[in-house]
């Protein structure tokens, strides 16, 4: 299950808040302006899949967010716990700290998990996502990603331009100080 983690944003040690109902996560999130969805997970896809593959098995739910949300492109991407330990710690550092884009971050999970931390006002929003969960990270939304020490997921990605998601790092040093995605999971 999704797990909703809030902290004051200079209080990592003290969760103000956690939940792992989607009808309540999905409200709080809401009210930020971000969307929360949960999709029904289609089960056949293959160990490896590729883009097209995920796409076929979504394609309606995916028709419908490009619709609403006049997306251009549509990808997906997959990362598996097999792949080379260096390349794995690469990926993972990319967006691992503070940073917002200039287009939303849409993301849904076909498979697997990943963390989003948001840092909206003077709150840091962990989001644990997990297959059928669908996130969208609004523009200009201060966040980091982890997919932690072992990345496992396949994520469908919606894009308005080519260049939207260029990170535009903050310079701050807060994801660091907040527990990380392999913390958030052994928790659960
Ligand atoms: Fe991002």
């Known amino acids: 299950m999704t797990l909703l983690t809030v902290w004051a944003d200079d209080e990592p040690g003290t969760p103000l808040r956690r939940t792992e109902d989607g009808e309540k996560i999905a409200a709080e999130l809401g009210q930020l302006g971000v969307r929360f969805e949960r ?3 289609v089960e056949e896809l293959p160990a490896e899949p590729t883009s ?17 949300e006049g997306y251009v492109l549509v990808d997906a991407l997959s990362m598996n716990p097999t792949v080379d330990p260096e390349q794995a710690a690469q990926a993972r550092r990319k967006f691992l700290a503070e940073h917002t884009h200039d287009d939303a971050e849409d993301r849904y999970f076909a498979r697997g998990a990943g963390a989003f931390y948001l840092h909206i006002d003077r709150n840091v929003y962990a989001v644990l ?23 496992d997921w396949v994520a469908i990605r919606f894009f ?5 998601w260029v990170g535009n790092f903050t310079g701050s040093g807060i994801a660091a100080t907040f527990p990380d995605f392999d913390t958030l999971v052994a928790t659960r």
């Not at 990270?137 to 980091?144: E, I, L, Y």
């Not at 308005?160 to 939207?164: I, L, T, V």
Request: proline letters at 6%; a negative charge.
């Open 39 to 41: 999709w029904p997970v």
């Open 52 to 68: 097209e593959q995920v796409l076929a098995a979504y394609a309606d739910q995916v028709a419908r967010v490009v619709d609403t």
């Open 129 to 151: 996502c997990e297959a059928g969960d669908l996130l969208s990270v609004p523009a200009d939304t201060r966040h980091w990603f982890d997919m932690g020490t072992r990345p």
């Open 160 to 164: 308005h331009e080519e260049d939207g």
